[in-house]
T-cell receptor, first 116, second 112 residues
């Protein structure tokens, strides 16, 4: 099973709202990722969690707050977003080996976020 | 600096025709190479990957890719395209540590 699930599929929020995106995987992977993807562009890495600890933050604004409550779940808390934050947000997961994180990442279907 | 180039932004092929999508990379070490496909509004699906060994790798949906070190290329091929193959295709290089560098993508259209 190589499935990563994400909820909700679509989200519309105002700039003063607080919302959360959720991601779940049951592949036993210990690394999880958040990406942002604008239309007609490749995904851009935002955060990486390894063993439930944040290992990479690609200088993402603090209005995006990730959380990894356990090895299967990854959340992205959103607050005071801007219209330019509208995008497809993708979650991914991968194994972790002794030498580091595997580069083979499995992606979820994404959450389409619109900020009004 | 590491980079991935997909020279073709958009390709149109007829259904049943063969397909080749180009990917060139710049990376100092032996690369980990991937091809992903993305249907509109969907996530990325892993088609195939190359780590080492046989330079011709087989993937899902009838796709294959060939690693050519001398040309720094990892082109994706399919002998007969189906209408359902219409999508965006991304080539990526793995840097290790969970970081992927993606190309800009190639949009494939299939005409009947």
């Amino acid at each position: 099973d190589t499935e990563v699930t994400q909820t909700p599929k679509h989200l519309v929020m105002g700039m003063t709202n607080k919302k959360s995106l959720k991601c779940e995987q049951h592949m036993g992977h210990r690394a999880m990722y958040w990406y942002k993807q604008k239309a007609k562009k490749p995904p851009e890495l935002m955060f990486v969690y390894s063993y439930e600890k944040l290992s990479i933050n690609e200088s993402v604004p603090s209005r995006f707050s990730p959380e990894c409550p356990n090895s299967s779940l990854l959340n992205l808390h959103l607050h005071a977003l801007q219209p330019e934050d509208s995008a497809l947000y993708l979650c991914a997961s991968s194994q972790v080996f002794a030498g580091g994180l595997s580069d083979t990442q499995y992606f979820g279907p994404g959450t389409r976020l619109t900020v009004l | 600096a590491q980079s991935v180039t997909q020279p073709d932004i958009h390709i149109t092929v007829s259904e049943g025709a063969s397909l080749e999508l180009r990917c060139n990379y710049s990376y100092g070490a032996t690369p980990y190479l991937f091809w992903y496909v993305q249907s509109p509004g969907q996530g990325l699906q892993l088609l195939l990957k190359y780590f080492s060994g046989d330079t011709l790798v087989q993937g899902i949906k009838g796709f294959e890719a060939e690693f050519k070190r001398s040309q720094s290329s990892f082109n994706l091929r399919k002998p007969s395209v189906h209408w359902s193959d219409a999508a965006e295709y991304f080539c990526a290089v793995g840097l290790g540590g969970g970081k992927l560098i993606f190309g800009q993508g190639t949009e494939l259209s299939v005409k009947p």
